[in-house]
Structures are given as structure tokens and as C-alpha cells.
């Protein structure tokens, strides 16, 4: 009897620490990515490491190549502030969410987990493939990985039509770190 108790509570435990995390519950996302993107029959490859607190403030720093290393984006308030090391200057424009696959992706996975059942069960299977967004863009997830108990997407392919555009490899995720607004500005010293 003892052991059939004992049993059932190792069971327990397994089955509930086994599970995986829902989207919904991130809060924030720090994460280094890869970016391949393919122009004429070239590919280009940009490093950078992207800070995120959900939904729409988002800091991505480039690491590479070197000529763009310091470069760095901030998504704020519909607005996007781009500091260029180079000029040593910030610019303020229109936030455009074509350019930030990423956070849009992670975005439009956490409200359809949130509001499509089927959505959902299809996604905790590894049955999500393709996004589709506006102007005939859509994502295609080609890897999923488990990070600190959530799914997530790993490697994502990005379309533009049937054209490739992109992929972005995503590695050495962390989620719910603690980040904090006051961490995204633009200008760090180390940028120099």
C-alpha cells in the first residue's frame, strides 16, 4: 500500500512539473539571434541580442558584423529610436512591426494561445508551422526548443511570399528574467 501511495505522488509530481508553461504567462524574454537574410542571390548574416518585456518594449543591440556592432533599436510606444554608434546620433520614427519578426511572432502566439483552443492544442503539439501577417508575410516555425518550461520556436523562417527572406536561430533564451523599463535605453556607454 505503501509503495502504491508513494507511487501516485511521484506520479503526481512528474505529471505537474513535466508540463509546459503557457505563452501567456511570459512577461519578458532576453535572447541572442542570428539573422541570415538573402538579398540577390546573397546571404548576409547579422548577430544581435534582442531584451523584451511584453508586449511592446523591445531593445535589439547588434554584435555583428562588425561595422554594425553598437547599433541599437528600441521599439517603444508605436515609436522605434535607432542609435547609430557610427554617427553617434538617435533617431526617432514610426515603429514597424515588418522589421521586428520576433517580437511580432511571439506576440501573435501568445494572444491566438489565448483566444483559439484549437490553436492552442495544435501549438502544444508542435503543429504550428505558419503565421501568416500582413502584405503577404508570414513566418514559418521550422524548430521548436523548450526554454525554462515554455515552448517556443527555435529557428524561424521568414517569407515574403514565396520568397525567403530570412531566418533567425535563436539561442541562449531566458524568460521572466526581471527585466525592468528603465534597463531599455537606447545609448549604452559600452557602445563607444
Given at each position: ?47 544581435y ?15 555583428f ?18 542609435y ?12 514597424d ?66 520568397i ?26 559600452d557602445?563607444?
Open positions: 500500500m505503501l509503495f502504491k501511495i508513494v507511487g501516485i505522488f511521484l506520479f503526481s509530481i512528474f505529471t505537474v512539473f513535466g508540463q509546459v508553461k503557457t505563452l501567456s504567462s511570459i512577461k519578458d524574454v532576453k535572447v541572442n539571434v542570428v539573422e541570415e537574410t538573402y538579398i540577390e542571390n546573397k546571404t548576409r548574416e547579422k548577430k541580442d534582442i531584451k523584451l518585456i511584453l508586449p511592446n518594449l523591445m531593445l535589439k543591440k547588434i554584435t558584423p562588425e561595422i554594425n556592432k553598437g547599433e541599437a533599436y528600441l521599439y517603444k510606444g508605436g515609436k522605434r529610436y535607432v547609430l554608434p557610427i554617427f553617434d546620433e538617435i533617431t526617432e520614427e514610426p515603429s512591426k515588418d522589421t521586428n519578426y520576433f517580437l511580432e511572432t511571439l506576440n501573435t502566439l501568445i494572444e491566438k494561445e489565448k483566444k483559439d483552443k484549437k490553436f492552442k492544442d495544435q501549438y502544444y503539439k508542435k503543429q504550428v508551422k505558419i503565421l501568416k501577417f500582413k502584405d503577404n508575410i508570414k513566418v514559418e516555425i521550422e524548430k521548436y526548443d523548450i526554454i525554462d518550461g515554455y515552448l517556443l520556436p527555435s529557428v524561424l523562417k521568414i517569407f515574403d511570399g514565396d525567403k527572406v530570412a531566418t533567425l536561430k535563436l539561442s541562449n533564451t531566458k524568460i521572466n528574467s526581471g527585466l525592468k523599463p528603465q534597463e531599455f535605453v537606447v545609448k549604452y556607454e557602445n563607444k
